[in-house]
């Protein structure tokens, strides 16, 4: 099983509409959680930080479910610039601050 | 900053080549990460150094890849002998001290690794 567990998609999301998707860890030390952007053919990018109460960033929400060992992200208002892989970041300290990254949810915003 | 840079931005070798792949990480970050990406297995982590001491290469997939950090500023990746398997885009990133809540990872734009 992998560290860090996405669906793939693509998710295929009519403009205007709001799209969620979860992401799953396995390792129970881990203590800090991100949200990163990928363009096609481009580096990742941080979103947003995950914190423990849940957090916004405009039309983006955050949530940890540390208890099921998940966070979440949900995309209000989608806009056709929304269309990217999303993917999560997990910082587990225990085992050396090691970064390990899910395999990105694709996110398909259409007119 | 320039940000994290990483040469050759595209690498094509045959099989059996040697390569050497190239990072400066963002002065000042202690913490460097290689990472591999393919569409069927998705952003992998190869090795990571933190302070120039490499701390865990379990995602190195096999002997032919190894890596080193001689200083703050330069890491290299190396594939010898490389392998069209071996085709992929390798990111390098780098953070401060990963023990903060707001420790961002900054990526380098990659190498995009072809290997005939």
């Known amino acids: 099983r992998k560290e860090v567990e996405q669906d793939p998609g693509p998710f295929n999301v009519p403009e205007g509409a709001t799209v969620a998707f979860n992401c799953t860890y396995s390792n129970s030390a881990s203590q800090s959680f991100f949200w990163y952007r990928q363009d096609c053919r481009k580096e990742p990018k941080l979103l947003m930080s995950?914190?423990?109460s849940g957090n916004e960033d405009g039309r983006f929400t955050a949530q940890l479910n540390r208890a099921s060992q998940y966070i979440s992200l949900l995309i209000r208002d989608s806009k056709l610039s929304d269309s990217a892989t999303y993917l999560c970041?997990?910082?587990?300290?225990?085992?050396?601050?090691?970064?390990?990254f899910g395999g990105g949810t694709r996110v398909l915003v259409k007119p | 900053d320039a940000g994290v840079i990483q040469s050759p931005r595209h690498e094509v070798t045959e099989m059996g080549q040697e390569v050497t792949l190239r990072c400066k990480p963002i002065?000042?970050?202690?913490?460097l990460f290689w990472y591999r990406q393919t569409m069927m297995r998705g952003l992998e982590l190869l090795i990571y150094f933190n302070n120039n001491v490499p701390i865990d290469d379990s995602g190195m997939p096999e002997d032919r890849f190894s890596a080193k950090m001689p200083n703050a500023s330069f890491s290299t990746l190396k594939i010898q002998p490389s392998e069209p398997r071996d085709s992929a885009v390798y990111f390098c990133?780098?953070?401060?001290?990963?023990?903060?809540?707001?420790?961002?990872?900054?990526f380098g734009q990659g190498t995009r690794l072809t290997v005939v």
């Open positions: 002065s000042g970050h202690n913490s």
């Open positions: 990133a780098s953070t401060r001290d990963g023990r903060g809540m707001n420790t961002e990872a900054f």
């Open positions: 970041a997990v910082w587990a300290w225990a085992a050396g601050n090691k970064l390990t």
């Open positions: 995950v914190y423990s």
